[in-house]
T-cell receptor, first 114, second 115 residues
Framework: AQSVTQLDSHVSVSEGTPVLLRCNYSSSYSPSLFWYVQHPNKGLQLLLKYTSAATLVKGINGFEAEFKKSETSFHLTKPSAHMSDAAEYFCVVSGPNSGYALNFGKGTSLLVTP | GAGVSQTPSNKVTEKGKYVELRCDPI?????LYWYRQSLGQGPEFLIYFQGTGAADDSGLPNDRFFAVRPEGSVSTLKIQRTERGDSAVYLCASSLGLAVYNEQFFGPGTRLTVL
């Protein structure tokens, strides 16, 4: 079975400082990996996806993630946090074992302080 | 254009009652997915459709849950004999087709509360 583990349930950063949200995956096959963001009272939005092309993936709003097979990781980063980045972030895996269903992690709540 | 819409946005019911939750996908999207998100958790897969047929219903928790998509567009998730543990936000998503590279677009969800 495929799964992801988000290593931090809460992350707090100051505005203008870097963001790092950590995710490890477990998969017997080459997975597809995603990051989704969920703002309060809004729907889930895709930030970026990795589907076996370039290992460094750039997404919307300045976010990027690097697929590291040797570390089974797919951490999300952003050089400089904005107040508007405060939200819940989900690491997601999909792939041959799960068909087209998305398997979500438990989420990381990002707090951005002034 | 219009995104995925779900109705109602909130539903409160009593234990043992029957409920229906509706999802209108993005026009032209042939794949439709249902997920359930409990408080403090990530969404969990329930079922997905390609066209009118359920391609994978392995996430439905038990036979009280059923979903249909009779004309390949709107879908209804049906829950019989609701239990308090069914309380959650039910999310619907749609995509252009069943492929990993096709983005799933999510609706705002229906918050179900079973008293």
């Amino acid at each position: 079975a495929q799964s992801v583990t988000q290593l931090d349930s809460h992350v707090s950063v100051s505005e203008g400082t870097p963001v790092l949200l950590r995710c490890n995956y477990s998969s017997s096959y080459s997975p597809s990996l995603f990051w989704y963001v969920q703002h309060p009272n809004k729907g889930l939005q895709l930030l970026l996806k990795y589907t076996s092309a370039a290992t460094l993936v750039k997404g919307i709003n300045g976010f990027e993630a690097e697929f590291k097979k040797s570390e089974t990781s797919f951490h999300l980063t952003k050089p400089s946090a904005h107040m508007s980045d405060a939200a819940e972030y989900f690491c997601v895996v999909s792939g041959p074992n799960s068909g087209y269903a998305l398997n979500f992690g438990k989420g990381t709540s990002l707090l951005v302080t002034p | 254009g219009a995104g995925v819409s779900q109705t109602p946005s909130n539903k409160v019911t009593e234990k043992g009652k029957y409920v229906e939750l509706r999802c209108d996908p993005i026009s032209g999207h042939t794949a439709l997915y249902w997920y359930r998100q409990s408080l403090g958790q990530g969404p969990e897969f329930l079922i997905y459709f390609q066209g009118t047929g359920a391609a994978d219903d392995s996430g439905l928790p038990n036979d009280r849950f059923f979903a249909v998509r009779p004309e390949g567009s709107v879908s209804t998730l049906k829950i019989q004999r609701t239990e308090r543990g069914d309380s959650a936000v039910y999310l619907c998503a749609s995509s252009l087709g069943l492929a990993v590279y096709n983005e799933q677009f999510f609706g705002p969800g229906t918050r179900l509360t079973v008293l």
